[in-house]
Structure formats: structure tokens, C-alpha cells
């Protein structure tokens, strides 16, 4: 029973994490789009013993498969830009790779099964080789947690080589770092916070090198890449509306975007434009700190320039760029009655997905590679399932052509993913 509660609070984490930031069931570069438009998920069946695995779908409903069996895996599914292979990790922690049809099944890595262990994963450009973090809490209040890199030729785990591991924590306490590992797209690059500097390396382990001098003392909220890796944006502060910074990875300069009150972002959530010109984010203009009166704003980080694009301040999530940077798709509502929708950031015209099912928790969406369709799991509740059950969908991109995707036995989707 304990495992269950454990798995499905992963489950939670990682639909969270997709949601919200946007880092999950990431592709990296420029995918070519799949002509017969493929999804990838992950499904659990409860029953006398919980099962979890990665399926494949076409969106009009045809030809489900299972590409794995007696995993348990972890809601997070890692494409490879051309489509033929992908990564992912279980509830040990254990990292694998494998074709695109299922076969050639690979463990790289062999969870090391510490305190609050967390995996993150990343395809070099090139697709041979894996970059892999592992964050670890400390067995004890005494002893010091680590993070740690790791690089794998994804032939074995004999192929997989531990590049460094850095000691947080512990008492006395150690901070040989102060912020996670936050790996480029192409996966060759990372970079951390230490000593109130900003430092990148490559994932190799060579040409260490000092950016600039963070921004301040605190934790940064997030950190994230630029499409193309040339930039990383960096919301920074204790407050809820927290500034916006601009790190040019070659130039070593850093930014502040934020000269305005209405240029901070709520929580420090952004999110990138695909073609690498915009962030959006959310702001809060009123008192009242609950995330109940946000707006969506746009900021172009070359001229600065600022557009509100909602005019009724709400409970926003979720923010996600279409392909061609031309709409964003984002949530409306409280946790149990949100509703999908896009907007256009030129026209601001809204548009309700799915306005035909009732509001409920949607957990994550994530636009197809060519930009014509979206998929989203959303909570529904039956007779049958009365706390609820994860439903898979499709519609294209004006709402049309709504398909469930899922079946009656799926209890939990999660990890929904474009296949390249």
C-alpha cells in the first residue's frame, strides 16, 4: 500500500511539474513532424497489483500499443529529436532507453534509492549519448545531500560515468552548490548557482566557467533555457511578483527585464516562446496574493516591451506556446473547475477548448509539434469512479474534432507527449 501512495504521489509531482513549468516531455532542437501524428503516455491500472506503463496512440483513436511491462514508470517520457528512440525512468529511479516500437530495451542507470531522490534527463544533440541529475537529500539531518551529474553512452550501465557531485546540507553545513542543475536543450551544456556566481559547464565535465555574478542571495524560482541555449531566463526574488533577468550564455551579461512593476512574474513562473523572442508570465495586479487575480502578460526580451493579453484578472496555469509562437494555451478556473484556452498574442482572440465537457482539474496539455492539434488529460468523475478518473483527449487547435483517447481501465494518465 505504502508503494502505491508513493507512486501516485510521483504521478502528482510530475503532472504538476508538466503544467506548470512546462520542463517535462521535452524534444530537443527542431523535430521533424510525424505524419501520423503519435502520442505517447503513461497509464496506470489499479487493481490487485498497480501497473504503470508507456503506450503509443494515433489521435484519431487507432492502434494503442504497450511498449512496456512490470516498470512502473515515472511520469517523465524523453523523445529523441528524430523520433527513433526514448528515455525514461521508473519508481527505483532506474534509467532506460529504447526504440521507438519498444524493442532494444536499455537500463543506463541504477537509482541509487537515497532520501528524496529525483531524476532529471536530457538527449545530447547527436542522440548517443544521455545526460543524467540525480538530487538527493541527506540520509540524516547531519550528513550532506548531494547533485549530482552523470553521462551515459546509453549502451549500458557500464557506460554510464559519474562527472561530479556536489554536497548540499548536513551540519556543519556544506554548499559546494546553491541551486539545482539546469541542462541546455541539446543536453552538452549546465548550469548552476555557487559562491553568488553563475557558473556553466559542459556535460562532459570540461571548460568550467564563471558567467556572472548572480543576481542575489536567494534561490532562483526558475531558470530556463532559451529554445535555441544561447539565453536563460531567470526569475529571482522572495516576493510574489518577482523580477525577470536575461542571461547571455556567450556574452556573460545579465539583465534585469524587470524596470517596470507589471515586468515581474507571479511566483516566478515564465515561460519561453519557441522562436526565442517572448516570455510570458503571470502578474499579479490586485492585494490579494491567493493567484486568484492574475493577468497573462507577454514580454519581448529584446526591446522590453510589455502586452497584457487578458483583460479579467482570474485563476490562471499552465502557460504553453504553440510551435509557430503565435498562441499561448493556458488553464482558467480553480482546481476542480478549470477550463482550456488559447489566445492569440497579436489579435488576443480567446478560444474555449473542449467547451462541450464539463470544467474539472486538468492536469497537463501539450500542443502537437506541427502546432495543428492539442492534447490534455483532464479528471472526470463517474458512478463507476467517484473520486475521479485521468482522461486522455485530442482536439485540434479552434476545439474541433474532440477524441477520447483512453480507456475505461486507464486510472491515471500522465507524461502525455508528442512523438516526433
Known sequence: MMRLIKFLALILLGLLSATIFNFSNAVIAAPKVSQDNRLTFVATKQGPKYESNIYTIQTNGSARRQLTKNLNVYPTIVWLNNGKRLAFFNDAYDVYTMNADGSKLTKIFSGAGCKADSIEIQWLLNGQKLAIKESCDGSTLEAPGGVSLYLSDTIGTQGTKLIQRWEVGGIPPKAEISSSLY?????????????????????????????????????????????????????????????????????????????????????????????????AYYHNQGTDYSGKELDIFVLDVNQKAVKKLTSKPGEY?????????????????????????????????????????????????????????????KTEKTKKKPDGQSVLYVSNRDGSKLTKLSKSDDSYISAQTWQP
Open 183 to 279: 541542462l541546455s536543450p541539446n543536453g552538452q551544456q549546465v548550469v548552476f548557482f555557487k559562491d553568488k556566481s553563475i557558473w556553466q559547464m559542459n556535460t562532459d565535465g570540461s571548460n568550467l566557467t564563471e558567467l556572472t555574478n548572480a543576481p542575489g542571495d536567494d534561490y532562483p524560482s526558475q531558470v530556463i533555457w532559451s529554445p535555441d541555449g544561447t539565453q536563460i531566463a531567470i526569475s529571482w526574488g522572495k516576493d510574489n511578483n518577482q523580477p525577470i533577468y536575461l542571461l547571455n550564455v556567450k556574452n556573460k551579461t545579465l539583465t534585469n527585464l524587470s524596470d517596470e512593476p507589471q515586468k515581474t512574474a507571479y511566483s516566478g513562473i515564465i515561460s519561453w516562446s519557441l522562436d526565442g523572442t517572448k516570455l
Open 317 to 377: 496555469s499552465g502557460l504553453q506556446w504553440s510551435p509557430d509562437s503565435k498562441l499561448i494555451a493556458f488553464t482558467s478556473g480553480d482546481y476542480s473547475q478549470k477550463k482550456l484556452y488559447t489566445i492569440s498574442i497579436d489579435r488576443l482572440k480567446l478560444t474555449q477548448l473542449s467547451s462541450q465537457l464539463p470544467p474539472s482539474e486538468i492536469n497537463s496539455f501539450n500542443w502537437s509539434l506541427d502546432g495543428k492539434k492539442i492534447s490534455f488529460i
